[in-house]
């Protein structure tokens, strides 16, 4: 069982940062793959990112690539996902989320979520 709570979303002009920030319950962080997807308005849930469980691997989404950045803190049960030169495109809910064992970029490969923080941008 994993818990995890998302936090560090908000309101950004276009071309701005923010730094999302998971926090995850549990002894065993360090054994699970950890994404990051999103889900704007009208839109399916998409992937964004993900990291592995030693963090020495990472993948992105091609909309994001080059602008956002994964990270996870295994000491202390956090995953990160650094966002830069953020566009209006961008407005999103963003989840968390874990899954034992390899890295994958689909979402129903997952086994928990946080309930999400909202990121938007204006334009």
């Known amino acids: 069982q994993v818990q995890l709570v998302e936090s560090g979303g908000g309101l950004v002009q276009a071309g701005g940062s923010l730094r999302l920030s998971c926090a995850a319950s549990?002894?065993?962080?360090?054994?699970?793959?950890m994404g990051w997807f999103r889900q704007a308005p009208g839109k399916e849930r998409e992937f964004v990112a993900v990291?592995?469980?030693?963090?020495?691997?990472?993948d992105y989404a091609g909309s994001v690539k080059g602008r956002f950045t994964i990270s996870r803190d295994n000491a202390n049960n956090l995953v990160y996902l650094q966002m830069n030169s953020l566009k209006f495109e961008d407005t999103a809910v963003y989840h968390c989320?874990?899954?034992?064992?390899?890295?994958?970029?689909?979402?129903?490969?997952?086994?928990?979520w946080g309930q999400g923080t909202q990121v938007t941008v204006s334009s």
């Open positions: 549990g002894r065993t962080f360090s054994t699970y793959t």
């Open positions: 989320a874990a899954k034992q064992s390899v890295i994958s970029t689909t979402s129903n490969r997952y086994d928990y």
């Open positions: 990291i592995s469980r030693s963090g020495g691997i990472t």
